[in-house]
């Protein structure tokens, strides 16, 4: 076949034309490239699925954070108290109670123990993370290994703080021990604070001054 040429002016025409081309498709391959990789907006509330959010939506609320139940304080703590005896009573004891022996004691009343309050709610906060989707597979095998076995072996365990308590069904029991007392630099502490508190020109730590 013999080549098609192109009068002067018609070359010009296709060359504008193959050049707008080219400056289209590189416009168009930057765009992507700053689309692919632009992060989600922080306050997206489909920022967790990589999804970008709608103009003009309130960011949505961040979940509250857990606390130790310890640092909570009335209402707040009665009602964290009795989401975990629910699911204490309902859940954790129905499945992973065991027999109750002298080697495994319980307490009808565990409520009053704070350390085990303590225990059982961090046991709570960690079987809520770990049967969550995000955990994978292995999240409640991970909770059996590393959380259940460890804290009902110290909350149940021949000497700890509920060895006073039910050792028998039959006979239900309930008994506080008393901790240990304040250490001698504590005591002292507070001893020199009460004698001086009226005194207000010495001037001392924890003396108010005149």
């Known amino acids: 076949m013999e080549p098609v040429r192109l009068p002067d002016s018609g070359l010009a025409s296709?060359?504008?034309d193959v050049a707008k081309l080219l400056a289209r498709s590189a416009e168009q391959g930057r765009q992507i490239d700053s689309?692919?990789?632009?992060?989600?907006?922080?306050?997206?509330?489909?920022?967790?699925?990589?999804?970008?959010?709608?103009?003009g939506l309130p960011p949505a609320p961040a979940p509250p954070e857990p606390r130790p139940i310890l640092e909570l304080e009335d209402e707040e703590y009665e009602d964290e108290l009795d989401a975990l005896s629910d699911w204490v009573d309902d859940f954790l004891v129905r499945v992973y109670g065991a027999e109750v022996?002298?080697?495994?004691?319980?307490?009808?009343?565990?409520?009053?123990?704070?350390?085990?309050?303590?225990?059982?709610?961090?046991?709570?906060?960690?079987?809520q993370q770990h049967k969550d989707a995000e955990a994978g597979l292995s999240g409640l095998f991970v909770w059996h290994r590393d959380f259940l076995t460890h804290?009902?072996?110290?909350?149940?365990?021949?000497?700890?703080?509920?060895?006073?308590?039910?050792?028998?069904?039959?006979?239900p029991a309930h008994r506080l021990?008393?901790?240990?007392?304040?250490?001698?630099?504590t005591s002292s502490a507070t001893e020199e604070a009460e004698e001086h508190g009226g005194d207000e020109e010495t001037g001392e730590p924890g003396q108010a001054g005149g």
Request: hydrophobic content about 45%; some cysteine; aromatic content about 10%.
């Open 151 to 171: 804290a009902m072996a110290t909350v149940r365990a021949p000497g700890g703080p509920l060895s006073a308590c039910m050792t028998d069904p039959d006979r």
């Open 14 to 16: 296709v060359q504008a």
């Open 35 to 55: 689309l692919s990789a632009a992060p989600p907006p922080p306050d997206s509330p489909f920022a967790a699925y990589g999804l970008p959010g709608f103009a």
């Open 101 to 127: 022996t002298t080697a495994a004691p319980w307490c009808e009343q565990w409520q009053e123990h704070a350390d085990v309050v303590a225990w059982l709610h961090a046991l709570w906060l960690a079987y």
């Open 177 to 185: 021990l008393p901790g240990p007392r304040p250490s001698n630099r």
